[in-house]
Each structure stands twice: as structure tokens, then as C-alpha cells.
């Protein structure tokens, strides 16, 4: 297999030449996913271009054989479930498909603040002050195979940016408590909007003692979030959207519900990233929309939409370096690898992990 550095050396026109190259051959076998922060230029080729459960699932109802990710590491995961459930591998024969990413080391450091071992000694210190058997663990999907395990295991569920309301709705309505984890910002944001009390909401921050609640608190408590969080969408300064409020009155403000309560409070709505591109394609010329979410994507919001003036809520482009390793090079590398059989960056899920994560994941499929 070639270094990185020749396909790096290549012109741009090169690269693309290879990779249509062997897209041409490889037909419907081959499909390449790119998430809505993946670079614009991977953004271009991509078949599918989306939030990470939408690829997943298209993934999954395509033909394909091998699907080039570009995205990060918990997303490959939830394509690789998808792909190769027990009925999807024996109608190709037995055969598995191939999930594999561009940059093996692309991962998510929301999604990196918990996983099973965690999860496991979270419940067990719970175990001690409240009755488990009253929680519905919860999590986002913006996490790892082994998060999602853990919550199959216990009948939880995953859920999304856009259907965390109807997820967690659901699960209260079957047990009287909640565990959400890893997102705590998407957690209370979805809590309050439910009419949680924000007395009977409570942060468990891992590396504290008993995660630094009072056990009177705890044993109160509706609602327990992990106290994870997503590095990007805390880059939001209150103080920009007041300014903004300030110079552009006609303003309309939204944000991405994995940003800090204090950034929400401000913002005339919040959403998912397929709801936030929804807002500026709906807004009318000369509508001026401030959109707190990764830069990459309000810039491309921007370039497509010269008639509407779109505004950003920081003081500084807040981008995801790890969404941002999908670069051109990258993807020519590892689709020319493959095309030789050597594929590499590979997601395989075991299958004892699978099937529990699975359990999870039907919650909103």
C-alpha cells in the first residue's frame, strides 16, 4: 500500500481521476457516506451525504458491499450493526460487509467520556443510593457500540439530536426515572422541554465522589446525565448572540442542542443539524439567521445561500478536527487499498456487542 504522502503530493484533479476510477469499477458494490462536517471536497463525492444515524441506515438499504465512511469512529460502528445483522450476512451468503473510514484515528471526544466499563461502575455506585430497576438508561447516538450495549442490555434505548423528545417521552412513560448519557446539554434541554423539574434533574460528573450529588439529591432525582459533552458546540459566546441581537434586530438565532444551556436560553429555537439546514433553506432572501453548530457547515450554509445573511454565534469558527480528517488524500488511499485487497481503518462490532446495541438502536428505527 502506498504512503499517505503520494496521494498528498497529487494534484486534486489526480486524486479525484482515481477515485472515479474506481468507483466506475467497483459499481454498486462500493458506497461512500460523508457526514455534514466531513471537508467540502470529500462533501462533493460522497453517494449520501447526512447526520451519522441517516448514513447508517442508507448504508444499510443500499447494495453495497464496502462502504467508505466519512465520518468518525462511533458512526462506523452503528453502519457496521446496521449492515451485518444476522439476516443481512446470510442473504449475502454469509459473507460481512465492509465498513472502513479514511483516517483510522478519526474518533469523537463526546462519545470517548463513557463506555461500558464506565457505564457498568455508574450503575453500580447508583446501585447503592436508588433503585436501578426504576431508570431507563438512554443514550445518545453519539456513542460508542459498547454505550449502546449497555443500555440494550437494560431495555434502553438510542437516541438522536432530532427524536431525543419522543425517545425520552416513551421511556418515562414505561419507568418513572431516566439515565441519559453521554450528551448532558441534549439531556436537560430535552428534560425541561418534557416539564422536568430542574430540581429532579441531576449532573453526574464522573470524576467525583458519587459524581458530586448529595444522595438526598440523587435519591430525588428524575433525570441523572452523564456530564458529557460535545468540545465543538461549547464554543458559543452568549455575548456574540447578544450583539448580533443588538446590531441585526430582525435576527433569528438557533443552535444545535449539544451547545451549554445558557447558549440555548438565547436562541429562538434549537435542533438537529438536519432541522438547522432546514431553518436557512426555509428562510426567505434577505432573512438574516445566526446558526450555532460546526463552521465547516454554516460556511457551506453560506456559500449556498448568497440571497440570506447568515451570521455565526462565536467569536472564533468552532470545527471538528476529527471530522475533518476525511481529507481528499485520505479517501484516494483507502479506496485504492481496498481496490488492491488490503483494505484498511476497518469497523468491525463483535457480535456479542452487536446484537445488544441492536436492541438499543430498533428503540428508534
Not at 183 to 206: C, H, M, N, Q, Y
Amino acid at each position: 500500500m502506498k504512503e499517505l504522502s503520494y496521494y498528498e503530493s497529487a494534484s486534486e484533479s489526480a486524486l479525484l481521476d482515481l477515485i472515479g476510477e474506481i468507483r466506475k469499477e467497483a459499481g454498486d458494490l462500493l458506497a461512500i457516506m460523508a457526514h455534514y462536517y466531513a471537508p467540502d471536497e470529500t462533501v462533493a463525492l460522497a453517494d449520501e451525504v447526512g447526520d451519522s444515524l441517516a448514513l447508517a441506515k442508507k448504508a444499510a438499504a443500499s447494495s453495497a458491499s464496502a462502504v467508505l465512511f466519512c465520518g468518525v469512529h462511533f458512526m462506523l460502528e452503528t453502519a457496521d450493526i446496521l449492515m451485518n445483522t444476522p439476516e443481512r450476512i446470510a442473504a449475502r451468503n454469509g459473507r460481512r460487509a465492509l465498513v472502513f473510514a479514511p483516517d483510522a484515528t478519526a474518533g469523537c471526544p463526546m462519545a470517548d467520556m463513557i463506555d461500558e466499563t464506565r457505564a457498568l461502575d455508574w450503575e453500580r455506585q447508583l446501585k447503592e443510593y436508588v433503585d436501578v430497576s426504576e431508570f431507563t438508561p438512554i443514550t445518545y447516538v453519539n456513542s460508542s457500540a459498547g454505550t449502546k450495549a449497555f443500555c440494550g442490555r437494560r431495555q434502553g434505548a438510542v437516541c438522536t439530536s432530532a427524536n431525543a423528545e419522543k425517545v425520552v417521552s416513551d421511556a418515562l412513560a414505561r419507568r418513572p426515572k431516566l439515565l441519559f448519557m453521554p450528551d448532558s446539554r441534549l439531556g436537560r434541554a430535552t428534560a425541561v422541554k418534557l416539564g422536568v423539574p430542574l430540581d429532579e434533574i441531576v449532573f453526574w460528573r464522573p470524576d467525583e465522589p458519587l459524581g458530586g450529588i448529595d444522595p438526598d439529591a440523587l435519591r430525588r432525582a428524575r433525570v441523572i446525565l452523564w456530564d458529557g459533552y460535545c468540545p465543538v458546540h461549547q464554543k458559543f459566546s452568549a455575548e456574540t448572540i447578544r450583539k448580533i441581537r443588538a446590531t441585526e434586530p430582525t435576527a433569528v438565532v438557533w443552535a444545535h442542542p449539544e451547545s451549554p444551556r445558557e447558549i440555548l436560553d438565547l436562541c429562538d429555537g434549537y435542533g438537529s443539524t438536519t432541522k438547522l439546514l432546514d431553518v436557512v433553506a426555509n428562510a426567505a432572501p434577505g432573512d438574516v439567521v445566526a446558526v450555532g453548530t460546526e463552521w465547516k457547515l454554516v460556511d457551506r450554509m453560506r456559500r449556498r445561500n448568497p440571497d440570506k445573511k447568515i451570521l455565526y454565534p462565536a467569536e472564533e469558527p468552532s470545527i471538528c478536527e476529527d471530522m475533518s480528517k476525511s481529507t481528499l488524500p485520505k479517501v484516494a488511499r483507502a479506496l485504492d487499498a481496498w481496490r488492491s485487497g488490503e483494505p484498511t481503518n476497518v469497523v468491525s462490532v463483535p457480535a456479542e456487542v452487536a446484537g445488544d446495541a441492536r436492541k438499543a438502536l430498533e428503540s428508534l428505527l
